[in-house]
């Protein structure tokens, strides 16, 4: 499953991201670079069977918080 994962990935991040900068568009290639990373990390972590905390507590936290 984690080969499957990196070569997915590494199509992804050579085409998407890659035309973006190939544009001059480097902002949005940052941004878009940043989103790949996350979203590879979290289907990497995913992939290993990992246990990912869910950010549910902290946000409903923040929102009691708020009122």
Known sequence: ???YLLLIYA???VTDPYGLLKQG?????YV???LCLV??????ALSMHWDIPSPSPP???MV???F
């Open 59 to 61: 946000i409903v936290y």
């Open 32 to 34: 878009c670079s940043a």
């Open 11 to 13: 199509i992804v991040v």
């Open 1 to 3: 499953m984690v080969i």
């Open 25 to 29: 568009k480097k902002r949005d290639f």
């Open 39 to 44: 979203s590879f990390s979290l289907a990497f």
């Open 64 to 66: 009691k918080k708020l």
